[in-house]
């Protein structure tokens, strides 16, 4: 036999029941004989109010009966059929008024004992069970209503009466052996020896149906409720959990303990002392495989079954040199706080034995902290115990899983993924029984750390990545719509799970934490979003908290650069084809990789040289694996590039600058093109990858344009100006191609220093050659000796800037 339970939420409405005849209907066929249901969603606390009210005098309780008796009348006309009412609802009639008598009584001697409140409380139950027992009868399914204060016999602590599990058993068996038909049976209630109603206490309802699973030696209990099972995490803080197969019952308990309130712990105990199989399954989701608990571990699953947490507790720490090599001392601790009622949810001592620590709920921590005190009073006056140290804003985390204990590496991806994530841990402790790994951490981090250990655990490698956009001009939004088009086959080929949570411009920012939709994040940002400001921004994107974070920084301004650090700092990657950071001081350049590293985040700006072309992780590469590099040398602007390559007399040379500009080579301001700082900036990002030390000023540079030119006080006067260098670079230019030589501005770094120059190359110059936009780059080497090293490609423009920066996020998800 199987025996059905239904909670309160599952038959809080006449629809609801229906859906449940319904389930109960087909279960027959799965040898249903049993089912248990609580009261109506609500009643018991509704009962439990109306009582306390009662005892106090107070009048509103009448109100709140009539709002009783019309719901169980209304469930009754709603749900039997004309024919069968009047029957059912005379019955009904006649325990409401009983009720209502009680009520009174209380009312008038302005007492309500723990037994009277515990008979209050049946009627609730006996309620919905009577009139669900009716509904399937009169629907063509024969049930009985089994009221279990004939059959569950308990001692008289009321409130939370213990079971007779022998007699009971003798009952039960005596009245399931006369009785063919499902049984619908009260929830929660029993009655002593001498008739007196009981209730069980918390999870009655899950209790009684674990009784009867036991006592009828049912091939399985079925607990319904209204989620498909118990689930990998909490699903309001981890977007991503997903319901367990199969767990055991100490797997189980371990998971309800830490929040994963689909059972109650004590109400298995019964049914796991006969190793009956418990299922959960989903009122809601009938169809949904539901949840195996068992005695059996299945060695198939996962090694870890759930992630979950304490949201709030507080760490107490008792720490002195005077507790090395002392006997006694923890008993001394713990037997303190048992006898002061305090309950210790974690503890931990290393083998140091200078400290231990513990997590209590934070409503003790003070108590704590104050019992310990006199109890150590004498050692704390020595100085042998130096402190006793309450940190409270604590949550714990903890992994469950029975195989853990014979799987290698658990412990180690658990502090990977929150090392990764900035997460510190400050304490940890693992059961003897290699259960349950929980760590102590801070309540901020709590989500944080959920996801990205649950991450770590279930989504066989599903790497998160939380994308921040520091500017959408035209490379950030070229970026984040190549971004949205590869999402789906990214997740399907990487495994990454790529989100934008947050973007902005320098007027306005928008944040969404399911991701920034794909097709209108423009008008999104025009339309919702709010003001912007640099600090806002990233306050709110650090204050997040998500795992996997990557600030992509999109703009040309020093002012974003100056953040980096900070960012770093936060443990949150940074991705940029701006080159404001890295050609900084070198100090700066020094301090931002030394922090990823410290943080074991990235911080990647392959776009800085070459756009896309490979060449920062090529050096760097290099670098890494021993080779000496002498030079590099080549064409570092594909601005400029363009400028040489397209000019043909036929246009001005301002026209062309327009052009460049127009397709998006330029720099958002195009003077940085024209003046060589943007190739300087460049070459002094090689020469520190390559290993040099080197500032901007250490860079010789030869000026491409009059110094005068750049007078002009923005960029547009700039331009308006620049007609008159058409002649002097037409010049220019018939010089170069009279000698059959082409323009080049060529920027060439080694051990003697930095410098650019503007060139006249004959067709035997590897840049001769160049077309559009084109970068090249040679790099001679110890190992490329003989024959360089050669990158080559266009160098500038959206696509292939974009291109990097998408490659370089995915570089830094896949970390
Ligand atoms: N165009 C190209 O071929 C290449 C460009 N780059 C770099 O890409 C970066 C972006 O260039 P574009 O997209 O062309 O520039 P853009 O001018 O089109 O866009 C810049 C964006 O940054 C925003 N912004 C500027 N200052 C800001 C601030 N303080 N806070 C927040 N947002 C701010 C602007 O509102 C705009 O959305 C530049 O650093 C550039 O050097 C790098 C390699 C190649
Ligand atoms: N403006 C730059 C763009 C790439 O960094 C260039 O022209 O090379
Ligand atoms: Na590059």
Same mark, same amino acid.
């Given at each position: 036999?199987?025996?059905?339970?239904?909670?309160?939420?599952?038959?809080?409405?006449?629809?609801?029941?229906?859906?449940?005849?319904?389930?109960?209907?087909?279960?027959?066929?799965?040898?249903?004989?049993?089912?248990?249901?609580?009261?109506?969603?609500?009643?018991?606390?509704?009962?439990?109010?109306?009582?306390?009210?009662?005892?106090?005098?107070?009048?509103?309780?009448?109100?709140?009966?009539?709002?009783?008796?019309?719901?169980?009348?209304?469930?009754?006309?709603?749900?039997?059929?004309?024919?069968?009412?009047?029957?059912?609802?005379?019955?009904?009639?006649?325990?409401?008024?009983?009720?209502?008598?009680?009520?009174?009584?209380?009312?008038?001697?302005?007492?309500?004992?723990?037994?009277?409140?515990?008979?209050?409380?049946?009627?609730?139950?006996?309620?919905?069970?009577?009139?669900?027992?009716?509904?399937?009868?009169?629907?063509?399914?024969?049930?009985?209503?089994?009221?279990?204060?004939?059959?569950?016999?308990?001692?008289?602590?009321?409130?939370?009466?213990?079971?007779?599990?022998?007699?009971?058993?003798?009952?039960?068996?005596?009245?399931?052996?006369?009785?063919?038909?499902?049984?619908?049976?009260?929830?929660?209630?029993?009655?002593?020896?001498?008739?007196?109603?009981?209730?069980?206490?918390?999870?009655?309802?899950?209790?009684?149906?674990?009784?009867?699973?036991?006592?009828?030696?049912?091939?399985?209990?079925?607990?319904?409720?209204?989620?498909?099972?118990?689930?990998?995490?909490?699903?309001?803080?981890?977007?991503?959990?997903?319901?367990?197969?199969?767990?055991?019952?100490?797997?189980?308990?371990?998971?309800?303990?830490?929040?994963?309130?689909?059972?109650?712990?004590?109400?298995?105990?019964?049914?796991?002392?006969?190793?009956?199989?418990?299922?959960?399954?989903?009122?809601?989701?009938?169809?949904?495989?539901?949840?195996?608990?068992?005695?059996?571990?299945?060695?198939?699953?996962?090694?870890?079954?759930?992630?979950?947490?304490?949201?709030?507790?507080?760490?107490?720490?008792?720490?002195?040199?005077?507790?090395?090599?002392?006997?006694?001392? &923890?008993?001394?601790? !713990?037997? $303190? /706080?048992?006898?002061? *009622?305090? @309950?210790?949810?974690? %503890?931990? #001592?290393?083998? =140091? +034995?200078?400290?231990?620590?513990?997590?209590?709920?934070?409503?003790?921590?003070?108590?704590?902290?104050?019992?310990?005190?006199?109890?150590?009073?004498?050692?704390?006056?020595?100085?042998?115990?130096?402190?006793?140290?309450?940190?409270?804003?604590?949550?714990?985390?903890?992994?469950?899983?029975?195989?853990?204990?014979?799987?290698?590496?658990? &412990?180690?991806?658990? !502090?990977? $993924? /929150?090392?990764?994530? *900035?997460? @510190?841990?400050?304490? %940890?402790? #693992?059961?003897? =029984? +290699?259960?349950?790994?929980?760590?102590?951490?801070?309540?901020?981090?709590?989500?944080?750390?959920?996801?990205?250990?649950?991450?770590?655990?279930?989504?066989?490698?599903?790497?998160?990545?939380?994308?921040?956009?520091?500017?959408?001009?035209?490379?950030?939004?070229?970026?984040?719509?190549?971004?949205?088009?590869?999402?789906?086959?990214?997740?399907?080929?990487?495994?990454?799970?790529?989100?934008?949570?947050?973007?902005? @411009?320098?007027?306005?920012?928008?944040?969404?934490?399911?991701?920034?939709?794909?097709?209108?994040?423009?008008?999104?940002?025009?339309?919702?979003?709010?003001?912007?400001?640099?600090?806002?921004?990233?306050?709110?994107?650090?204050?997040?908290?998500?795992?996997?974070?990557?600030?992509?920084?999109?703009?040309?301004?020093?002012?974003?650069?100056?953040?980096?650090?900070?960012?770093?700092?936060?443990?949150?990657?940074?991705?940029?084809?701006?080159?404001?950071?890295?050609?900084?001081?070198?100090?700066?350049?020094?301090?931002?990789?030394?922090?990823?590293?410290?943080?074991?985040?990235?911080?990647?700006?392959?776009?800085?040289?070459?756009?896309?072309?490979?060449?920062?992780?090529?050096?760097?590469?290099?670098?890494?694996?021993?080779?000496?590099?002498?030079?590099?040398?080549?064409?570092?602007?594909?601005?400029?590039?363009?400028?040489?390559?397209?000019?043909?007399?036929?246009?001005?040379?301002?026209?062309?600058?327009?052009?460049?500009?127009?397709?998006?080579?330029?720099?958002?301001?195009?003077?940085?093109?024209?003046?060589?700082?943007?190739?300087?900036?460049?070459?002094?990002?090689?020469?520190?990858?390559?290993?040099?030390?080197?500032?901007?000023?250490?860079?010789?540079?030869?000026?491409?344009?009059?110094?005068?030119?750049?007078?002009?006080?923005?960029?547009?006067?700039?331009?308006?100006?620049?007609?008159?260098?058409?002649?002097?670079?037409?010049?220019?230019?018939?010089?170069?191609?009279?000698?059959?030589?082409?323009?080049?501005?060529?920027?060439?770094?080694?051990?003697?220093?930095?410098?650019?120059?503007?060139?006249?190359?004959?067709?035997?110059?590897?840049?001769?050659?160049?077309?559009?936009?084109?970068?090249?780059?040679?790099?001679?080497?110890?190992?490329?000796?003989?024959?360089?090293?050669?990158?080559?490609?266009?160098?500038?423009?959206?696509?292939?800037?974009?291109?990097?920066?998408?490659?370089?996020?995915?570089?830094?998800?896949?970390?």
């Amino acid at each position: 036999m199987r025996v059905l339970k239904f909670g309160g939420s599952s038959v809080a409405t006449p629809q609801r029941i229906l859906d449940v005849v319904d389930i109960v209907s087909k279960a027959r066929a799965r040898n249903c004989q049993a089912v248990v249901f609580s009261a109506f969603g609500g009643v018991t606390d509704q009962l439990i109010a109306m009582a306390r009210q009662a005892e106090a005098g107070d009048e509103d309780f009448a109100r709140s009966f009539q709002e009783l008796e019309l719901r169980h009348i209304t469930t009754v006309r709603e749900l039997i059929s004309a024919a069968n009412q009047s029957q059912v609802m005379g019955r009904v009639k006649m325990m409401l008024n009983e009720l209502e008598d009680v009520l009174q009584g209380i009312q008038l001697v302005g007492e309500l004992t723990p037994r009277t409140l515990d008979f209050i409380m049946s009627f609730g139950e006996r309620l919905s069970n009577y009139i669900i027992s009716r509904t399937l009868t009169d629907r063509g399914i024969p049930a009985g209503f089994l009221d279990t204060r004939t059959v569950i016999r308990t001692g008289d602590q009321f409130g939370k009466a213990l079971v007779d599990m022998e007699t009971t058993q003798e009952l039960l068996t005596n009245h399931f052996a006369a009785k063919p038909d499902v049984q619908i049976v009260t929830g929660f209630i029993g009655a002593t020896n001498t008739g007196v109603t009981t209730t069980l206490g918390r999870g009655g309802s899950d209790l009684t149906a674990s009784i009867l699973g036991a006592c009828l030696k049912a091939e399985a209990i079925e607990i319904w409720t209204d989620v498909s099972g118990i689930m990998t995490a909490d699903p309001r803080k981890v977007r991503k959990a997903f319901p367990v197969k199969h767990v055991t019952y100490e797997e189980a308990q371990e998971m309800s303990h830490f929040g994963a309130k689909v059972i109650y712990p004590p109400t298995m105990q019964p049914a796991m002392a006969r190793n009956i199989p418990i299922w959960i399954k989903n009122t809601f989701e009938p169809d949904a495989e539901g949840t195996l608990i068992s005695g059996e571990p299945d060695q198939t699953e996962l090694p870890v079954k759930g992630i979950s947490s304490i949201g709030h507790v507080a760490l107490v720490r008792v720490q002195g040199a005077g507790m090395i090599g002392v006997a006694g001392v &923890a008993q001394r601790i !713990f037997g $303190a /706080l048992a006898k002061a *009622g305090i @309950n210790t949810i974690l %503890i931990s #001592q290393a083998s =140091s +034995e200078h400290s231990v620590c513990f997590a209590v709920s934070p409503d003790q921590a003070e108590k704590s902290r104050q019992v310990l005190l006199e109890s150590f009073a004498f050692e704390v006056q020595r100085g042998q115990i130096s402190d006793i140290v309450v940190e409270d804003n604590m949550c714990v985390v903890a992994v469950v899983g029975e195989n853990m204990r014979s799987t290698p590496g658990i &412990a180690g991806k658990v !502090f990977q $993924a /929150l090392g990764r994530n *900035g997460v @510190n841990v400050a304490a %940890i402790a #693992q059961g003897s =029984s +290699e259960l349950n790994i929980s760590v102590v951490i801070s309540r901020k981090d709590e989500q944080k750390a959920l996801i990205a250990v649950h991450d770590a655990f279930f989504l066989s490698g599903l790497k998160t990545a939380n994308l921040f956009f520091i500017g959408v001009g035209l490379i950030g939004s070229t970026a984040i719509d190549m971004l949205l088009k590869q999402r789906d086959k990214l997740r399907e080929t990487l495994k990454i799970d790529l989100r934008i949570i947050g973007m902005c @411009n320098s007027r306005k920012m928008l944040f969404d934490l399911n991701g920034i939709d794909e097709n209108d994040w423009k008008q999104q940002l025009d339309k919702k979003g709010g003001p912007q400001t640099l600090d806002a921004f990233l306050e709110h994107a650090a204050s997040l908290n998500l795992p996997g974070s990557i600030m992509v920084d999109c703009t040309s301004a020093e002012e974003v650069a100056a953040r980096y650090h900070g960012i770093l700092k936060n443990s949150i990657s940074i991705v940029t084809p701006n080159k404001k950071a890295c050609s900084g001081s070198m100090a700066r350049y020094q301090a931002l990789h030394r922090e990823a590293l410290r943080r074991d985040v990235s911080l990647l700006y392959e776009t800085n040289v070459g756009a896309g072309l490979p060449l920062i992780k090529t050096l760097q590469e290099m670098h890494h694996t021993g080779d000496t590099i002498h030079s590099v040398e080549g064409v570092l602007s594909g601005t400029l590039s363009y400028l040489f390559n397209e000019y043909d007399g036929s246009r001005p040379f301002s026209q062309l600058v327009g052009e460049a500009r127009e397709k998006g080579f330029t720099e958002p301001d195009p003077r940085d093109d024209l003046n060589g700082m943007d190739v300087a900036r460049k070459l002094l990002i090689l020469a520190r990858e390559i290993g040099l030390t080197l500032e901007l000023a250490d860079i010789q540079m030869e000026p491409l344009l009059p110094a005068s030119l750049f007078d002009a006080p923005d960029t547009e006067a700039f331009l308006q100006d620049l007609p008159s260098v058409d002649e002097a670079f037409k010049a220019r230019y018939e010089e170069a191609r009279g000698a059959g030589k082409k323009l080049r501005y060529i920027a060439k770094v080694s051990a003697e220093g930095a410098r650019i120059s503007l060139q006249h190359v004959d067709e035997t110059h590897p840049c001769y050659g160049l077309q559009s936009t084109d970068n090249l780059i040679l790099i001679h080497s110890d190992c490329y000796s003989n024959r360089p090293m050669v990158v080559a490609g266009p160098g500038a423009g959206p696509k292939v800037t974009a291109s990097g920066v998408v490659g370089d996020i995915i570089k830094s998800a896949l970390r």
